[in-house]
């Protein structure tokens, strides 16, 4: 299990160093000098060459991911172009509204998601499955960002029943404002949740140990807590893991249309503004969150599954 979780650790380092490079890559085809973004169109060649020189835009591209990763090592994620603060200190001022509803959202979709995948395969081939399976399908293929619309236009507008823009003030009325982009984000995953813990326990409900505790005479509640559902929510387990990655670009879109602070409406406004140090180092420390939820989510599993403990 050690060796395991270091083999992680050393490739979440790997996927960490890959992404910035390919982003800082990205970054440099995008039309647009940021010299001539943040001194305007007026500024003299001289004064341009120069804000390019104190950025480490005038090296070459190499040296400049070299350097960002060196300055990383030292805790510098750089300073803001426009105000001369740390790059670190605006990200994390920004960030726990992006993880609290990135977290609202899970844990409301896990909850839903599994409790309908888990009586669509209790109940299979009844209506109610078929209608189970005919929502989920329904809420997967819609967008984030068309069920953040449609939610503000009929809870905020038509109802009045919900606020739809910013964060709020206060622990309640910070909660009355969450419950609007954790809906838009979450609604899709209870599909994605409730469809693959249908499948998993319609499978798990075949195997030998199953047949064995009914054999024995077991109630069939116990059966379903104990021998199905914990082994059926593995790969539910798993989507959650993998799926943190959708649940932050879904957040950007989701931020901007209820005018949230967070990351996401932090990355928008960096990116206009092509105010690199912002973008690099927000879009680092969200690729940390998402490697080490993913890393997280394989460890339980590893934990919960003996089968998966052998393979280690």
């Not at 069920?147 to 910013?166: C, E, K, R, T």
């Not at 990351?263 to 927000?282: K, Q, W």
């Not at 969200?286 to 393979?311: F, G, H, K």
Request: hydrophobic share 55%.
């Amino acid at each position: 299990m050690l060796f395991y979780t270091a083999q992680r650790l050393v490739l979440s380092v790997v996927i960490v160093m890959v992404a910035v490079s390919i982003l800082t890559l990205m970054l440099h085809v995008v039309p647009g000098d940021p010299a001539v973004m943040i001194l305007g169109p007026r500024a003299t060649p001289e004064l341009i060459e120069r804000t390019r020189e104190a950025m480490g835009l005038d090296r070459p591209l190499p040296v400049q991911i070299l350097m960002f990763f060196a300055n990383i090592l030292r805790g510098d994620l750089g300073e803001d172009v426009f105000t001369g603060r740390a790059v670190s200190q605006i990200v994390f001022e920004q960030l726990p509204y992006t993880m609290i509803l990135i977290s609202v959202a899970i844990l409301w979709s896990a909850a839903c998601g599994i409790a309908l995948g888990a009586y669509s395969a209790l109940r299979r081939n009844t209506w109610l499955d078929t209608l189970s399976g005919v929502v989920s399908v329904g809420t997967i293929s819609i967008p984030a960002f068309v069920m953040a619309l449609y939610s503000v236009l009929i809870f905020a507008v038509w109802l009045g029943w919900l606020p739809a823009i910013g964060a709020g003030d206060g622990f309640l009325d910070g909660i009355v404002h969450l419950i609007l982009p954790a809906f838009a984000i979450g609604v899709a995953w209870v599909g994605y949740i409730a469809r693959i813990v249908r499948a998993s326990m319609l499978e798990v409900m075949t195997q030998p140990h199953v047949r064995m505790a009914r054999a024995f005479g077991l109630p069939d509640r116990r059966i379903t807590r104990s021998h199905i559902l914990k082994i059926a929510v593995l790969p539910a387990v798993t989507l959650i893991g993998t799926g943190v990655a959708h649940l932050f670009s879904a957040a950007v879109f989701v931020e901007v249309i209820f005018a949230r602070p967070g990351i996401g409406a932090l990355l928008v406004g960096a990116v206009n503004e092509r105010n690199y140090p912002i973008v690099l180092g927000a879009v680092l420390i969200t690729t940390c969150i998402i490697v080490l939820a993913t890393l997280i989510s394989d460890l339980v599993v590893a934990l919960l599954d003996p089968r998966q403990r052998e393979d280690i």
